[in-house]
């Protein structure tokens, strides 16, 4: 279904790109590919793959807004062995630490499309079935005999891979193990084989390990770790437990940042309901499942009809008819753009400030343990949630990013340079690519520096400073930005 309709589209844009040629007679870029997601050569070392998962590039990206482009980036089917930017430095530089936010990787539906009959998805880990990887049956081997491990409550309740034929609410699938077991090989090649972040004899001090109390995270971060460190020792493995999707341990209470988020979630409300075309579908929708549209709506049937489209399953029929891929689309295309519009309105970069200030000072202050020559905790991995990066991402100023796909990874690198030891660096990786100077505290930093890293101090600063100076107020710190008056 994905494919026949990838196919027509990309038929209809050489018709397109040829009647241009013949009429205009000038060399016009026709990008001809049936991929699910298109590839192009590498350039300088870093493939087009790569750099349009963060910035649009006109050249291969498709003309107009493609909601089943979209889609497919977003489904992340793990396919050729990618190529990334991770652990890029100069010579003379020494990689000190790696900071690994995850969001987790493919995983069943959160809710169900009333009326309709579940999509038939198997949970359980094969080597039959694609996607696969070398190691699946290696992991799974290895997860069962973690029945033991020291996890802290209740992460020790949870199961430590996915096992249900017909997957559970929320189960991470074969696809979402698969993910991470690439992301994690990926990562080892690099910072363990090239870099020696870790001595072959690392020690559980050296890792820090922390997910929230869903299976699929923990799950996910496992599959990650036994792809970074395979057959590791379960006694030097513990996961910390997560309360808050936003991994702000003791400093959840901020009442500014609510506010923000009522007032995001009012901005979303309105695009909605001005969203003729959106309402039109839900309406369809709902006569074909034979409920009140308000249900239909409340039932977020995008989350479902994204599995069925990840999976390659027929969306749901009934008696009244089908939902197909027009419906899809229509919600697919509200959501980009929604992204759009809340790029623009700024409520949810003022919710996104305060929402990652406290990881982003728990990773600071990491670093900063690591730049005294400390040797715990080098290697850092949160496997968190799309509310997790999403803010993440916006606090650091990179609004072009796309929105977190399954198995997303954006990591921040901490290097020494050899020549000058006492200065520090970083680097930061969204899906492979170096977004660094896109930051709002490093996009400048070419034009006044010839170093080709971007200094410790612009992060630390910007944590520390200039993300209150971001909300505007007179803030100075965390405590008083989130309890400030006449907001």
Not at 276 to 291: H, P, W
Not at 455 to 461: A, R, T
Not at 475 to 483: I, L, M, P
Request: proline share 7%; glycine share 4%; net charge positive.
């Amino acid at each position: 279904m994905v494919v026949l309709y990838l196919i027509i589209n990309k038929l209809k844009h050489l018709f397109m790109c040829l009647l241009a040629i013949a009429t205009v007679r000038h060399d016009l870029p026709c990008f001809v590919s049936v991929h699910l997601i298109p590839v192009s050569a590498a350039k300088n070392g870093v493939s087009s793959k790569s750099r349009k998962r963060i910035l649009p590039d006109p050249a291969t990206e498709p003309p107009v807004t493609d909601p089943i482009y979209e889609a497919l980036l977003y489904c992340n089917i793990p396919s050729v062995a990618e190529h990334s930017m991770e652990g890029h430095a100069p010579h003379h530089f020494k990689l000190v630490s790696v900071h690994v936010f995850i969001r987790h990787g493919d995983r069943y539906p959160l809710y169900v499309i009333p009326k309709t009959k579940r999509p038939e998805i198997d949970c359980t880990l094969v080597a039959n079935r694609k996607p696969y990887h070398p190691k699946l049956e290696a992991f799974v081997n290895h997860m069962s005999k973690g029945s033991g491990a020291s996890f802290e409550s209740p992460l020790n309740s949870l199961p430590l891979y996915p096992n249900h034929p017909l997957c559970e609410m929320g189960e991470l699938t074969q696809t979402g193990v698969v993910q991470h077991l690439q992301n994690g090989q990926l990562l080892r090649d690099i910072y363990l084989k090239k870099h020696k972040l870790l001595p072959t004899d690392w020690s559980a001090d050296q890792l820090y390990l922390e997910t929230t109390g869903k299976s699929r995270t923990l799950q996910s971060g496992l599959a990650l770790l036994y792809g970074f460190l395979p057959d590791f020792d379960w006694k030097k493995i513990y996961f910390r437990h997560q309360p808050s999707a936003l991994f702000c341990s003791g400093s959840c209470y901020c009442p500014v940042r609510n506010q923000y988020l009522e007032k995001e979630q009012r901005r979303q409300y309105l695009l909605r309901l001005k969203n003729n075309q959106l309402e039109k579908t839900y309406g369809e929708m709902a006569k074909i499942v034979d409920i009140p549209t308000k249900q239909l709506r409340a039932a977020n049937p995008i989350d479902s009809m994204l599995c069925h489209f990840c999976h390659n399953v027929s969306f749901p029929c009934t008696r009244n008819g089908c939902v197909d891929m027009e419906h899809f689309k229509v919600i697919k295309t509200h959501q980009i753009e929604d992204e759009k519009e809340r790029r623009e309105k700024k409520l949810y970069l003022g919710y996104s400030l305060l929402g990652a200030h406290p990881i982003l000072n728990q990773t600071i202050s990491r670093m900063q343990r690591a730049t005294e020559g400390r040797k715990e905790e080098l290697f850092a991995l949160y496997s968190a949630h799309d509310v997790t990066l999403s803010p993440v991402l916006s606090a650091l100023g990179l609004s072009e990013a796309r929105f977190p796909r399954f198995a997303a990874r954006l990591i921040f690198e901490l290097w020494q340079d050899r020549e000058k030891p006492s200065e520090h660096s970083v680097r930061i990786l969204y899906n492979g690519v170096d977004v660094t100077f896109h930051t709002s505290f490093c996009q400048d930093h070419h034009k006044r520096s010839p170093k080709p890293m971007c200094p410790l101090e612009n992060l630390v600063h910007f944590v520390k400073r200039d993300m209150f100076v971001a909300l505007g107020g007179s803030s100075t710190n965390y405590y008083d930005a989130c309890h400030r008056e006449g907001f």
